[in-house]
């Protein structure tokens, strides 16, 4: 029998908005290739870029599976320029490394709720 499912820690609202923002926080990072946000969210987004990053990655190799994979990451952005740029751009640059595509820089507090805040970008 399986486990029963546990809802995760979610940033307010339901499981499609936390959805919807991370994959905003993912267009806006490979825009700016950096970007400033809450130790958490920034902790959270980590994973899906990294896995956006490894999914561009594979597709830059001309197999059947490479309009899928462009697809599949089209289809979480959800913004066509943020996708060209990340299959372009972004991945190309990667295609030695294995893994561990971004850094998250720890910045203090912020001024108004004492939010832990951090920068995550592209190493």
Same mark, same amino acid.
């Given at each position: 029998?399986?486990?029963?499912?546990r809802?995760?820690?979610?940033?307010?609202?339901?499981?499609?908005?936390q959805?919807?923002?991370?994959?905003?926080?993912?267009?806006?990072?490979?825009?700016?290739?950096?970007? *400033?946000?809450?130790? #958490?969210?920034?902790?959270?987004? &980590?994973?899906?870029?990294?896995?956006? %990053?490894? /999914?561009?990655?594979?597709?830059?190799?001309?197999?059947?599976?490479?309009?899928?994979?462009?697809?599949?990451?089209?289809?979480?952005?959800?913004?066509?320029?943020?996708?060209?740029?990340l *299959?372009?751009?972004? #991945?190309?640059?990667?295609?030695? &490394?294995?893994?561990?595509?971004?850094? %998250?820089? /720890?910045?203090?507090?912020?001024?108004?709720?004492?939010?832990?805040?951090?920068?995550?970008?592209?190493?």
């Amino acid at each position: 029998m399986p486990a029963t499912p546990r809802r995760a820690p979610r940033f307010g609202g339901s499981a499609a908005h936390q959805r919807l923002l991370m994959a905003n926080l993912a267009a806006s990072l490979f825009a700016a290739e950096g970007i *400033v946000t809450t130790e #958490a969210k920034a902790k959270a987004l &980590r994973p899906i870029a990294e896995k956006l %990053i490894t /999914k561009a990655k594979k597709a830059q190799s001309e197999s059947p599976m490479r309009i899928h994979r462009i697809r599949q990451i089209q289809g979480y952005l959800g913004d066509k320029e943020m996708t060209t740029k990340l *299959v372009n751009e972004v #991945a190309p640059r990667y295609l030695q &490394r294995n893994g561990g595509y971004t850094r %998250i820089l /720890k910045l203090g507090t912020r001024q108004g709720d004492a939010a832990p805040m951090a920068r995550i970008e592209l190493v």
